[in-house]
């Protein structure tokens, strides 16, 4: 008998989920949680063979959460859920060391698979994601640029960026041009879009 742990903050979600991991024979869910803070606890209170983990969680997010249970309970695997297929997502996940990757409108019986997989100690991840992955170009703007770049997608205009970054404002406008164009962007937003969309700026 597998034993699990699933976290996953849309109520409906977690109950569906648990209701279609426990048709399987061999799986038992010992612990649900609704927060990334919660699973490192719940994960030492139940001792899951398997921890199947949303990134998009409040009071931590899901990768954060998966490298500090490996860090503390390294018999549990983890495998992460997610409706947030981008190539920047599965190259932080890989960077967590997370046993398996797989999108949630993945068949359920590609789930079951997934879980006894990364189970008896093999690394799963979604076919399509990982293709897109590898053939995904690297990030070309820099560490400084991406500071920038995270702060104009939260809203800030250039003073704010400035002021927060202990830059000019001309510094920070030369910043978001270099940007724009390493990304043959059209403009600043479309910047953002291209960034969050490659997992550049979580």
């Not at 606890?41 to 990768?63: C, F, K, N, Q, Y």
């Not at 981008?86 to 797989?102: E, I, N, W």
């Not at 994601?129 to 070309?140: F, Q, R, V, Y």
Request: glycine share 6%.
């Amino acid at each position: 008998m597998l034993s699990l742990l699933l976290a996953e903050d849309v109520h409906m979600v977690r109950g569906a989920l648990i209701a279609l991991l426990e048709l399987e024979p061999d799986f038992q869910v010992v612990a649900s949680v609704d927060r990334g803070d919660l699973i490192v606890a719940s994960a030492l209170e139940s001792r899951p063979d398997v921890a199947i983990i949303d990134i998009d969680l409040p009071g931590m997010d899901g990768l954060t959460a998966a490298a500090e249970l490996r860090e503390r309970l390294p018999a549990c695997r983890t495998l992460i859920l997610t409706s947030l297929g981008r190539p920047g997502t599965l190259r932080r996940a890989m960077a967590a060391r997370v046993s398996g990757f797989l999108l949630k409108d993945s068949p359920p019986a590609r789930l079951a698979q997934a879980v006894r997989a990364v189970a008896n100690g093999q690394r799963v991840i979604d076919p399509d994601l990982a293709l897109s992955a590898w053939e995904a170009l690297d990030n070309p703007i820099s560490p400084r640029e991406t500071q920038v770049l995270r702060l104009a997608a939260r809203g800030a205009d250039a003073g704010e960026i400035a002021e927060q970054l202990f830059l000019s404002e001309g510094t920070v406008r030369n910043y978001l041009t270099a940007i724009v164009d390493k990304l043959n962007a059209r403009n600043r937003i479309d910047a953002i879009r291209i960034a969050e969309e490659a997992g550049w700026i979580p």
